[in-house]
C-alpha cells in the first residue's frame, strides 16, 4: 500500500463538505484531479469510499470506517512535522563551538561580537577544552565546529587550515602597563635563545615538542625549565619576569592586555597550522560557515604580523 498524505487530506476535504466540487476548491486542485486522488485511494484499499449522484456525496461504510483513521494520521503527521521544524529551527539558531581555554579566552569573544552584529537570531556556544576533547565533541554532536592547532585528522571528520600562525618569543615588555600590540614586531633567531631562560609547556605537548626540536641543536634542553600545562599560566609568568617563551603566533591576541612584547622565530620561521573541524556529511547551517569566515577575520585582525 502506498497512500499519501495528500491523498488522505483529500479524503478528509470531500467527507467533510460533502462535494467534490468545494473541496477542489478548498485543495485548490481541479476537480478533475481530486475525483483521480480519490479513485486512486480506493484502488488502494480495495473497495468505494463515496456514494456520488448528481445531488450529493455520501460516506460509505468504508469510508466511515475510514475517517476516522485518516484524521488520526494526518494529524499525528502534522503534529511531527511541526516538531521536527522547531527542532530545526532551534538548531539553526543555537552555533555551538569546541576551542582550548586560551583560544576561547582570547579570540572567540571577539568573534562572536562580531558574529552577534550580523546575526543577532543565532546564539553561539562557546565550549573551553583540551585540544584533544575538541575532535570528540564534534564525533559525538555535542559541539558543531572546533578551532585549534595540532588537530589530527580523521576518516570522520572534514579538516581545514583556516590560517597559518608562526612561532613567536614571547618577552616582558619595558614599561609598568599593557600596550596594544604593535603593527610590526622584531625578528629573532633560535640561536639567539640558547642562553634565555625560557619557560615552557610540558614536553609531551605537541606545541613544546615542535620547540624543543628547533632548540635542541642549540643548546642542551634545561631540564629545570619553568613548566606550566596551560598558556594563560605560562604568560602570566612570562609577564611576572619569571623568563620568555615560544609559542604560536595566535597567543599575540593576548598582547592587548599584557604587558608583552613578541618576536617572530626564524632560521627557520616555523609554520602552525590553525584548523576548523567539522563532522563529514552532516548538514551544515549558513551560520557554521559564516561563523568560521567571523574567526578567520578575527585571526587576521588579531594574530597577523608585521616585520
Known amino acids: 500500500m502506498n497512500v499519501s498524505v495528500r491523498q488522505l487530506k483529500a479524503f478528509l476535504a470531500v467527507a467533510r463538505l460533502r462535494s467534490f466540487t468545494r473541496a ?8 478533475q484531479g481530486l475525483s483521480l486522488m480519490i479513485q486512486e ?9 463515496f456514494d456520488r449522484t448528481t445531488r450529493r456525496v455520501t460516506l460509505t461504510a468504508a469510508g466511515r470506517q475510514l475517517v476516522a483513521v485518516a484524521g488520526v494520521a494526518v494529524a499525528s503527521l502534522e503534529e511531527a512535522a511541526a516538531s521536527i521544524s522547531q527542532l530545526s529551527t532551534k538548531a539553526a539558531q543555537t552555533l555551538s563551538v569546541a576551542a582550548t581555554p586560551f583560544i576561547a579566552a582570547t579570540l572567540m569573544p571577539e568573534a562572536c561580537m562580531r558574529f552577534r552584529q550580523r546575526h543577532p537570531d543565532v546564539t553561539v556556544r562557546i565550549i573551553d577544552v583540551e585540544r584533544w576533547q575538541i575532535q570528540s565533541l564534534i564525533e559525538s554532536g ?14 570522520n571528520l572534514h579538516r581545514r587550515v583556516i590560517f597559518q600562525c608562526a612561532m ?4 616582558k615588555a619595558a614599561g609598568a602597563t599593557p600596550r596594544r600590540r604593535r603593527k610590526t614586531v622584531r625578528r629573532l633567531s633560535w640561536e639567539a635563545l640558547a642562553e634565555t631562560p ?4 610540558p614536553a ?6 615542535l620547540v624543543d626540536a628547533h632548540l635542541a641543536p642549540i643548546a642542551p634542553i634545561d631540564a629545570d625549565r619553568l613548566v606550566h600545562n596551560n598558556i594563560p599560566t605560562i604568560l602570566s609568568m ?6 620568555s617563551t615560544v609559542l604560536p603566533s ?4 593576548a598582547l592587548d592586555r599584557m604587558n608583552l612584547d613578541a618576536a617572530l622565530m626564524e632560521n627557520p620561521v616555523v609554520p602552525v597550522d590553525f584548523y576548523q573541524v567539522n563532522m563529514k556529511g552532516k548538514s551544515r547551517a549558513a551560520a557554521e560557515s559564516e561563523f568560521v569566515d567571523t574567526v578567520l577575520e578575527t585571526l587576521r585582525a588579531r594574530c597577523t604580523l608585521s616585520y
Open 24 to 31: 477542489a476548491e478548498n485543495l485548490l486542485i481541479t476537480q
Open 204 to 209: 609531551d605537548n605537541s606545541v613544546q615538542e
Open 198 to 201: 625560557l619557560i615552557g609547556l
Open 238 to 243: 612570562v609577564e611576572a619576569g619569571f623568563g
Open 250 to 253: 595566535f597567543t599575540v591576541s
Open 168 to 171: 613567536v618569543c614571547l618577552s
Open 41 to 49: 485511494l480506493e484502488k488502494q484499499f480495495g473497495g468505494r469510499l
Open 142 to 155: 555535542a559541539a558543531d565546529l572546533g578551532f585549534g592547532i595540532f588537530l589530527k585528522p580523521a576518516g
